[in-house]
């Protein structure tokens, strides 16, 4: 890994879906370490911006970096220093819990032995062990969610990308789901985590970015950006409630 400050660059991004252009070169970075909230509306554009960053979609300008790694010309360098967790539960319906972590550990290339070990410590952690045989329909909402989280760290990731982890949890799963987020954090993985819950970038992120209609909005520490007044029309469509 390039010893950069920087786990995510992005400068001057647009990204077009035939004439409709998504994304308005925004530009923002985020440092190795830390914790970011990327707030926006439904459609703003923020899913889409996960997928440039992770080599999921392409995009017509700019520059994406991982850890100084262009994600396009040296994506095989970027996308392993990556964990995404998806909006969408995109599992295969056939493999059992543990073996689908396995299976996904053979991506990133984990010895199997090592790659056991670690579905068996992810399971664990998000109390899914006395589920390791079942197939992924077998579970609980919530029990997904925790799923794609333990696929996202299976590698063990420099970087955690969560794309709405905690849309539709109940209260009490949210707040797990935070404590997680909190820990991996303090043990070093930077994350990158969008919302439409002000109340979740609040509580987690230290530095927030609002992306509305493609646009870069406002971006800095949570503090300066959640009391900006002149974002009030945007706060209005996001969700304030718990
Ligand atoms: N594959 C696609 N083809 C065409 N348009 C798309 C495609 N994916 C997204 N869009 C459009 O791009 C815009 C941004 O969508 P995106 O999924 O990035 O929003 P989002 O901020 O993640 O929203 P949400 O909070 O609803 O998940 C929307 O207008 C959407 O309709
Ligand atoms: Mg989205």
Known sequence: MRNSEV???????????????ALKEISFDIMRGSFFGFLGPNGAGKTTTINTVTGLSNYQEGKVRIFGYDVTSEYV???????????EFNFDPFLPLHRMLTYQAGYFGLPQKLAEKRADELLDRFQLTEKRNMKYRTLSGGMKKRLLLCRALIHDPEILILDEP???????????????????????KTIFLT?????EAERLCERIGIIHEGHIVKI????DV?????????????????
């Open 226 to 242: 959640l009391k900006d007044q002149t974002l009030e029309d945007v706060f209005l469509e996001l969700t304030n409630g718990k």
């Open 195 to 199: 919302t439409h819950y002000m109340e």
């Open 220 to 223: 800095g520490d949570k503090k």
């Open 7 to 21: 786990a995510i660059s992005i400068q001057n991004l647009s990204k077009y879906y035939g004439k409709f252009q």
């Open 166 to 188: 905690t849309a539709g949890c109940d209260l009490e799963l949210r707040y797990h789901i935070w404590d997680y987020l909190r820990q991996l954090n303090k043990e070093g």
């Open 77 to 87: 360098r970027s996308r392993p220093l990556v964990g995404l967790c998806a909006q």
